[in-house]
């Protein structure tokens, strides 16, 4: 995998500072700890986990919006934060992201033409309007907003949610990308539509050879997504679970993953009743800034050891092959 490998997390970690108490003291509070991650080209991988465990934080990181307070992200074996001004143009080319919200993400002052030819004409793409407009109605028809024509000149808010994140999807194209960071592309979307968009991007992948980090907090989206690729999951800033999908999905091994897939509703209403409800020791999750010793699931953890897992980080073992966890449970497996 190292050789094909498109990004690299290398021991990662960022904080920023925020303000804390009833005095507004400033504190620093890790949001990543120590991320360490290989995505190949042409793979899909799912980053899962609740509300604001990281995962838009690692997006942003791995398309270059921030940087990281240690560790290195390399792209295509370069460290981004060491690249020259020439090989960084090129990076940010190739690695785009698609935002959560389609309402926000889209500039309300601008039509479509506009939103899609500016990173046309800021690389040298097209020359002049005519090349523009037929670049951008090639765009629209590839994200199936048909006709084209019909589009082109409207702005965003007269079109619906699932038309805008078309448009955003679209704009993630523009630069012919090989990486794209999905930040939960479907979620703010009505269900009907969800399907329909992840079609989309599922054709994408097989018609441009991108490679995709697929973040989402609903594990059947990944399932439904990613079922070819890897499933990674997030608990407060760290990796606890990655492996295939499939395995995964049918054979969880860290009790956080067992938790996160008791919560999927089942389409047989038999299977969800006889679903029995994994017992947390506690259902409130720990603050950032106040992280519990060890390892940061173990005052919620069913299975926890004490006298271990209150006080070491477990390391990632590999109970079968390509199937990693961070959990003491399989220590020596
Ligand atoms: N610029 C920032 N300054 C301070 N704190 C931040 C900043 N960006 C993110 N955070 C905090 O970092 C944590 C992780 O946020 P992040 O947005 O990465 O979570 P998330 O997993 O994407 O959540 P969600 O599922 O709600 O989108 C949160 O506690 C958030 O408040
Ligand atoms: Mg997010």
């Keep these: 995998m190292e050789d094909r490998a498109i990004i690299q997390l290398d021991h ?31 793979e899909v991988l799912c980053l899962v986990g609740e509300s604001g ?45 698609i935002h959560q919200d389609p309402y926000s993400s889209l500039n309300p002052v601008h039509r479509i033409y506009n939103i899609l030819s500016a990173p046309l004409f800021r690389h040298g793409i097209v020359k002049s309007k005519s090349e523009a407009e037929e670049k951008v109605l090639e765009l629209l028809d590839r994200v199936d907003l048909t ?16 038309q805008r994140q078309r448009v955003a999807i679209a704009r993630s194209l523009t630069l012919n990308p090989k990486f794209i960071v999905a930040d939960e592309a479907v979620s703010m979307l009505d269900v009907s539509i969800r399907l329909s968009i992840i079609e989309l991007l599922r054709r994408l992948k097989e ?3 991108v490679t995709f980090l697929f973040i989402t907090h609903d594990l059947a989206m990944a399932k439904y997504f990613g079922w070819e690729g890897r499933i990674a999951v997030m608990y407060l800033g760290r990796i606890v679970e990655i492996g295939p999908t499939p395995r995964v999905i049918e054979n969880p091994l860290h009790p956080y993953t067992k938790a996160l897939l008791m919560a999927i509703p089942e389409a ?3 299977v969800t009743r006889s679903k029995k409800p994994m017992q947390l020791r506690s259902l409130d999750i720990p603050s950032l800034l106040n992280l519990p010793p060890g390892c940061s699931f173990n005052p919620r953890c069913p299975f926890w050891i004490e006298g271990t897992c209150d006080r070491e980080v477990p390391n990632m073992y590999e109970p079968e092959k390509d199937h990693y966890v961070s959990c003491f449970l399989f220590r020596g497996k």
């Design 147 to 162: 006709p084209p024509r019909d589009f082109i000149y409207k702005y965003p808010h007269q079109l619906s949610g699932g």
């Design 268 to 270: 047989d209403p038999q």
């Design 53 to 97: 465990c990281g995962k838009t934080t690692t997006g942003k990181l791995i398309v270059g919006l921030i940087k990281p307070t240690s560790g290195k992200i390399l792209f295509e074996g370069k460290d981004i934060w060491s690249m020259n001004n020439e090989e960084f143009k090129n990076y940010r080319k190739a690695v785009q992201i």
């Design 207 to 209: 018609e441009m050879n």
């Design 12 to 42: 990662v970690s960022k904080s920023f500072t925020v303000r804390s108490g009833i005095f507004g003291g400033r504190k620093h509070m890790q949001v990543i700890g120590d991320l360490s991650l290989s995505i190949g080209k042409g």
